[in-house]
Nanobody, 122 residues
Framework: QVELVESGGGSVPTGGSLRLSCFASQSTWNMAWFRQAPGKQREGVAGFYTGSGTTDYIDSVKGRFTISKDNSKNTLYLQMNSLKPEDTAMYYC??????????????????WGQGTQVTVPS
């Protein structure tokens, strides 16, 4: 069982920055950040894929968000710059230990954190 603990959320003005962190209790294969705004479906925001050594982003955050991973610390990060009100959501870290190809589909991840709130007031 992998435990994931997120931190780094908060409230920032439009154009501000935040860095989310996600500590994993064990080594993992693929990891990703998802978000869910009130009344909306959970969506994959950014993925870090071990097999291909690549990262992936949804179009709305490309050029603004950067996902990275420190394997020595078992920690995943999401640097979020130029934040917009539409980025407001609960952000969740997800991980999986199966050696699957990377994806931003929620069903490809077996482990989830409790979430950290990001608010960008309009």
């Amino acid at each position: 069982q992998v435990e994931l603990v997120e931190s780094g959320g908060g409230s920032v003005p439009t154009g501000g920055s935040l860095r989310l962190s996600c500590f994993a209790s064990q080594s993992t294969w693929n990891m990703a950040w998802f978000r869910q705004a009130p009344g909306k479906q959970r969506e994959g925001v950014a993925g870090f894929y071990t097999g291909s050594g690549t990262t992936d982003y949804i179009d709305s955050v490309k050029g603004r968000f950067t996902i990275s991973k420190d394997n020595s610390k078992n920690t995943l990060y999401l640097q979020m710059n130029s934040l917009k009100p539409e980025d407001t959501a609960m952000y969740y870290c997800a991980a999986d230990q199966r050696m699957l190809s990377g994806s931003l589909m929620p069903d490809r991840y077996n482990y989830w954190g409790q979430g950290t709130q990001v608010t960008v007031p309009s």
